[in-house]
């Protein structure tokens, strides 16, 4: 490279995955196929993604064929988190199909004899003067798309996308209405058997004795798999290996295991662990004055579980010497990783291929149970295996995610204006995820007679954080200390669940400042108006309080209204939330008002989706849901003992998008978790008169706040 040359920095996914034909080739018959690396975990990504390949490539939407992630073939994007597909994988995409439709329109011009740019594209067919024409199809012999992006071509202008903006049906969405096979569950491979895993309820409990003779007689027995701890089963059908684990199960004892903390007193023993500290964020004011007084508040999360409807699923097969998964992960190159060192393979003889699950919502079981197919289909004779967790198995074994406690305190002048922030939390990593270490984090690794070490989780570094994701409050004060104490001792399994820390953090940011606006006095969104700079963190906010209509609304008895705020990890989307409660026997969200900035929107109705999908699950989190344990297990193993919200419960959820069409996509999928909590706990204090810093708003934690206040 000379002196005047400038590197080209290639955008999102592209830079480690440049070569176009990682990302897309033309099939014969008329079809383009894309190879995304990142998956369908209900967000809608395939519908995105379509969408951009169809206005780069001027094709119809029919001709993408959108081919499943897999080891063997896609670019490797990592895991799909963070509400980063788009900006990852979609401006990958977008660049790499701008340059594809180039390098044909340069084949083109030389095959009609006309310059470049005197042709049109139209659903893939490239049209000249005269009338002269060929397609993209005809000319696959004359272009390679084996060639690497050179980041000199730029994607459409955004005002020349036809189907940008637009809110075309989800491509997903037929097979499951008509209840067409496409989930990993309804997967069959030839002469698959099926396999389950007998786990005691005491986590790291040792097997001291197992009677087999009754599973080995069982209709249906085909074999028994025991190393160290690890005890799995085969049957040949999904019956026969039911009663078959139900019979080693009752013929097996455990003894030992790790206790767990005391549920009662769990933010207690949160702040007294050992812990690595860190300042997460620091600011002095220049000529900060003396305070004349502090307010000091102290909010919590529990454990929550990522309550898949579905349970999770893996499929396996050895052949060859390797092994073939099929799985519903997140990650399937980090996937791969893991189970390459468990088996000791090199990488190339591990194949991952992604199936669609039942939702996802960070790091839950689909990677433990993908070991569990893989160590049970060592023992098949070369014949696949299927592995289907129980309810029981998902909501006690899967990794939660982590319980938080935060202290916020602010330091006012004799006017009540703060002169300082100060916000300080404690809780265990937000990760744990596979294949981002020398130790496997999957949940069989630390049961084999070799066992790995258990993984204690970790943070993601910031920008985007883990347990302190959003903790550096969106407003603007003069001085401000942020400090995250990271658990180093893990007990209960935690690992990724939606929105990391950020839920707490804003959880507890929005409803200290609602208890900042009573103390002086203050309209709860004039006083975050007046702490916040961000003209695009104002629209939102405005928006959402004037949609709500909440100064205008009649007041009924028992009725509240709240607001919230944040833009996610501080540099994604924006999201306000305004939040109407009625306070019956229990807390009834009567409805949401949402408005959200995500940048350009490639697809209306899909922001609207991820928003409205975020909103209940977080209604739930903050209504209902905290996982239940004694000290020797989890005990809210089924949905009586972790309910989740009903349909019944469902609020009435309006979302707006505030356009930006000339600013950068972002992801929506975890927008409108904290601050849908923080809306609703300041509503509850509205029509209360009390508040709740402890979540779940339950009617015990409310009468328990009822005794403190």
Known sequence: MSATTKAVTLPGSLAANPLLAQWLRFEPGGAVEVSPGKVEIGQGILTVLTQIVVDELDVAPARVRLKAASTAASPNEGVTSGSLSVQHCGIALRHACAEARALFLTAAADKLGVAADALTIEDGIIVGPDNARTSYWELTDQVSLDVPATGEVMPKPTSTRRHTGNSLARVDIPDKVFGRPRYIHDLKLPQMLHGRVLRPQARAASLVALDEEAARASPGFAAIVRDGNFVGVLAETEEAVERCLALLRSRAEWRGGEELPDEATLTDWLKSQPVESKTVDSRRAPSAGSPASRVNRRYSRPFLAHGSIAPSCALAQWANGGVHVWTHSQGIYNLRTDLATVFKLPPEEVVVEHAEGAGCYGHNGADDVALDAALLARAADGRPVRVQWTREDELARAPFGAAMAVEIEAELDEEGEVLRWRHELWSNGHTARPGRGSTPALLAASE??????????????????????????????????????????????????????????????????????????????????????????????????????????????????????????????YCAVAAEVEGEEDIHVRRLVLAVDVGEVINPDGVKNQIEGGAIQATSWTLKEAVRFDRTRITSDNWENYPILKFSEVPAVEVEIVPRPEAPPVGAGEAAQGPVAGAIANAVFDALGVRVRHLPITRDNIIAAMELS
């Open 448 to 573: 084999l007679a070799e066992p790995f070490p258990r993984v204690v989780s970790t943070d993601p570094p910031l920008p985007a954080g883990g347990s302190h994701r959003n903790a550096i409050p969106i407003y603007d004060f003069p001085a401000q200390d942020i400090v995250s104490h990271r658990l180093l001792v893990m007990p209960v399994r935690v690992s990724a669940l939606r929105s990391l820390g950020a839920f707490a953090n804003v959880f507890a940011i929005e409803s200290f400042m609602d208890e900042l606006a009573a103390e002086r006095g203050e309209d709860p969104v004039a006083f975050r108006l007046r702490h916040l700079r961000d003209p695009r963190a104002r629209a939102v906010l405005e928006a959402a309080a004037a949609r709500a209509g909440r100064d205008s609304r009649r007041r009924d008895e028992g009725t509240g209204y709240g607001v919230a705020l944040a833009r996610y990890k501080n540099m994604g989307a």
